[in-house]
């Protein structure tokens, strides 16, 4: 039976955990599938700091991927935490992020495309072409002499980096995803 951990064999979803969560958040996840568990157990089966096992928790609570009901110890007063995961819309919210580097990459190359770039010779600092102009084509950190650059290769680079990402949302098959380049 699946108890919902295939999901985790997907590269970019375990990718995408380690970015959020840290190293040991897909410990956290493991831990929580498949059923319901307070904080406190959880750090206690993976001899984990409590505040660590909170964090991620709030974490995947954050990105709705997992929630809590809270309830009142009787005998200690204290309020109780039980924790269950919502796994499968990792995928949604994975697409989501791209969606939004997309929409990132998709600025950077219309201001690239749309911008004429001079560099200094000794630095490399590149500066548009209108700045450069009213600094008398020197370089703002060392004065050297700035020339020309065509930065037709960042554009096409660009380019190939927002078809890769449309093409990853137009057909997102779960574990057959490139591992996102950033
Ligand atoms: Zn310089």
Same mark, same amino acid.
């Given at each position: 039976?699946d108890?919902?951990? %295939? !999901?985790l064999?997907?590269?970019?979803?375990? &990718?995408?955990?380690?970015?959020?969560?840290? +190293?040991?958040?897909?410990? =956290?996840?493991?831990?929580?599938?498949?059923? +319901?568990a307070?904080?406190?157990?959880?750090?206690? +089966? #993976?001899?984990?700091?409590?505040? *660590?096992?909170?964090?991620?928790?709030?974490? #995947?609570?954050?990105?709705? #991927?997992?929630?809590? =009901?809270?309830?009142?110890?009787?005998?200690?007063?204290?309020? !109780?935490?039980?924790?269950?995961?919502?796994?499968?819309?990792?995928?949604? =919210?994975? &697409?989501?992020?791209?969606?939004?580097?997309?929409?990132?990459?998709?600025?950077?190359?219309?201001?690239? %495309?749309?911008?004429?770039?001079? +560099?200094?010779?000794?630095?490399h600092?590149r500066?548009?072409?209108d700045?450069a102009?009213?600094?008398?084509?020197?370089?703002? &950190?060392?004065?050297? %002499? *700035?020339?020309?650059?065509?930065? $037709?290769? %960042?554009?096409?680079? *660009?380019?190939?980096?927002?078809?890769? #990402? $449309?093409?990853?949302?137009?057909?997102p =098959?779960?574990?057959?995803?490139?591992?996102p380049?950033?």
């Open positions: 039976m108890n919902g951990s %295939a !999901i064999e997907n590269p970019e979803v375990r &990718q995408f955990f380690e970015e959020v969560l840290g +190293e040991e958040g897909l410990k =956290v996840i493991n831990a929580l599938i498949g059923r +319901e307070t904080d406190e157990e959880i750090a206690e +089966e #993976l001899g984990l700091k409590l505040n *660590l096992v909170r964090k991620i928790l709030y974490k #995947l609570y954050d990105y709705r #991927l997992a929630s809590y =009901v809270r309830t009142k110890d009787k005998d200690i007063g204290w309020y !109780i935490y039980t924790w269950k995961l919502d796994l499968p819309r990792v995928m949604d =919210v994975i &697409q989501e992020r791209k969606r939004k580097i997309l929409e990132d990459l998709t600025n950077k190359l219309e201001y690239e %495309a749309n911008t004429v770039f001079f +560099e200094c010779t000794n630095d600092f500066i548009p072409y700045i102009s009213e600094r008398g084509f020197r370089c703002p &950190q060392c004065e050297g %002499a *700035l020339e020309y650059i065509n930065n $037709q290769e %960042a554009v096409e680079s *660009l380019e190939r980096e927002i078809r890769r #990402l $449309q093409d990853e949302l137009e057909n =098959v779960p574990g057959a995803l490139k591992a380049r950033m």
